[in-house]
C-alpha cells in the first residue's frame, strides 16, 4: 500500500504523488478506498481505487536502482523484430508493462535501428519513432525524480555514465 506524498508509477501516466487516501461510495452503496493522484507532468488529478489490477502501479525506483540500471544497459542485449506489426505490438506490451529496463530496451533497440538506418541514408518509422519517444518520456521523468536532476538532463546524464563506464 502507497503512503501520502509517495512518488509512484502509474501506468502510462507516468510519475505521480499520492495526494490523499479516500474512501467513497460506488454504485450499490459499496464503500471503497482509493488513492487520488497527482501527476507530475500536467495538472489533473486521478483517483483509482486502492486495490485495482487493471493498471500498474509500483513505486519510483531509487537512485541506486538507476545508477544500476543505467550501469547494465551496455550489456543488455536487444532484439529486432523485422515484422513491423509483430515489433509494435511487443514494443506496446513493455510499455504497458511499466519497468524501466523494458523501457530502456525499447530505446536502445530504436536508437540502435535508427542508427544503422542513418548511414544507410534511411529512417526508422513514424511509429517507431513514436514509441521511442513514449519510453523515454517515462523513462526520463522516473529517472529525473530519482536523481534530482531535471528531465531535460537525464538523457545527457545516461550517455555521459555510460560513456565513462
Known sequence: MFHINDYIMYGKTG????????????????????????????????????????????????????????????????????????????????????????WMEIIKSIYIKERDKQSGRKSISPRDRDISKEAKRLLFEEFSLSLGIPKDDVESFIINRVSNF
Do not use: H
Open 15 to 102: 510519475v505521480c504523488q499520492v495526494t490523499g487516501i479516500e474512501k467513497g461510495k460506488l454504485i450499490g452503496n459499496a464503500e471503497i478506498e482509493y488513492y487520488v493522484l497527482k501527476p507530475l507532468s500536467c495538472d489533473t488529478t486521478i483517483k483509482i481505487p486502492v486495490n485495482t489490477t487493471k493498471v500498474n502501479m509500483r513505486p519510483v525506483v531509487s537512485k541506486m536502482e538507476v545508477l544500476d540500471f543505467i550501469d547494465s544497459m551496455a550489456e543488455e542485449d536487444t532484439v529486432w523484430i523485422k515484422d513491423d506489426r509483430s515489433r509494435f505490438k511487443e514494443f506496446e506490451s513493455k510499455l504497458n508493462e511499466g519497468s524501466c529496463l523494458e
